[in-house]
């Protein structure tokens, strides 16, 4: 890559800690690796772009425009890379122990971790702990106190990598299983790329652990609906189209629900309204669940349930049936606000600001299981 480190000042006796400057500013140039292409112009193996554009947003991730070199037309590809860096952007490292920006001595511990072969026994190992229902997040592995030892970073920041990780899988998954979307109410998926992270020691460059993993998906020209209410009159659309726009979301919410996927990050924050035509599209999937894993679970779990009622009667029975838990795809996807968290709040939003009143005019959907497969009927 051809940005460097950098430090940002913070007082302190000991002097003011040495953050790693953000990498991907306009103007700079990186070495992209693409893995698997959807696009003509977006051939597989390794090109030089320009970041373009910074993009601002709620997301967990960078995202930037790009400038991608077209491989058969030879014009440039514009396409918004969106990366999954365990060290980007500090919202990513924000947890219960407050918010830790990436440092030097981070990597110098992450790159031991690395080095003494201990990743993947820590994946091993938060994997039988998650499988026995045992919390866990990345600010587990750090002690109550500061300086930090070497091990306790390395694991950390191993924990940030398999968070990152999970992400990028489930971003991917989404994209395929929403195929027929794509283009529609989610962006294109152009293709899944991947760029080689610095080192400070030389011998671990090129290392599959330091990779960062993205993908490249269409740029969408327009504003994010949860600003609708806030924009000018010269840039917003006309009020009598409001509705529709905001209907179109959850709309679209519930069409994402009815092909298996329940977003756990479903807000008007995550919806873009392209200018001139009012389409709207859904993006950020980098956290969701999938109706297949959830039913399995399930059906493990009444499976649970039914042993239990056996050794304890009809009364243990009701305390599990009582507890509040979805126990079917339907249930865990109004848990989870889908696709009411559009909605409700941005409604709520548009009277407030505006004196619109769209809270009764927006109808919502629920999911209804037939013999055959769930189907959108109007609540």
């Known amino acids: 890559m051809s940005t460097k480190s950098g430090s940002s000042s913070s007082g302190g006796a000991q002097g003011p800690p040495k953050y790693t400057r953000f990498p991907y500013q306009p103007q700079t140039e990186h070495n992209l690796n693409v893995t698997w292409s959807n696009h003509d112009d977006i051939h597989l193996g390794s090109s030089a772009i320009t970041i373009t554009r910074r993009c601002t947003g709620g997301t ?46 981070d990597d110098l511990a992450w790159e031991d971790f690395v080095r003494q072969d201990k990743l993947d026994p820590f994946m091993d190992e938060i994997s039988r702990s998650l499988k026995e229902n045992v919390p866990w997040s990345p600010d587990y ?12 970073l390395g694991r950390y920041e191993a924990g940030l990598y398999r968070t990152a990780m999970e992400y990028f899988e489930c971003e991917t998954r989404t994209y395929e299983q929403l195929k027929d979307l794509q283009g529609i109410c989610i962006p294109r998926l152009y293709a899944h790329v991947f760029l080689d992270a610095p ?16 993908i490249l998906i269409e740029p969408i020209r327009g504003f994010v609906l949860s600003k609708l209410p806030n924009l000018p009159d010269e ?6 189209l409001w509705r529709n726009i905001v209907q179109d979301a959850v709309h679209s919410a519930n069409g994402i629900n009815k092909r298996g996927v329940v977003m756990h990050d479903c807000r008007a924050g995550n919806v873009l ?6 389409r709207v599209v859904l993006q950020d999937f980098a956290q969701c669940s999938f109706r297949d894993e959830l039913e399995a679970q399930f059906a493990e779990e009444e499976a649970a349930g039914d042993d239990d009622n056996g050794e304890n009667g009809e009364e243990g029975n009701q305390d599990k049936l009582s507890d509040g838990m979805p126990r079917s795809y339907e249930e865990y996807v109004r848990s989870k606000g889908n696709p009411f968290a559009i909605g409700l709040p941005l409604t709520n939003k548009i009277l407030r600001k505006t004196g619109v009143n769209l809270r009764d005019k927006i109808r919502y959907f629920r999911l209804e299981e037939e013999a055959d497969n769930s189907k959108i009927i109007w609540g």
């Open 60 to 105: 967990l991730s960078p995202v930037v425009e790009i400038d991608f070199p077209g491989a058969a037309s030879g014009n440039k590809t514009a396409a918004i890379l969106k990366l999954f860096d365990r060290r980007h952007p500090p919202t990513f490292r924000d947890g219960v122990t407050g918010l830790r920006p990436h440092r030097l001595e």
């Open 273 to 278: 309204v392209e200018v001139n035509t009012n």
């Open 235 to 240: 840039e917003a659309p006309p009020r009598d």
């Open 141 to 152: 592995e750090l002690s109550d106190e500061e300086p930090q030892s070497q091990e306790s």
């Open 199 to 214: 080192t400070i020691d030389p011998a671990l460059a090129g290392r599959p652990e330091f990779r960062i993993y993205g």
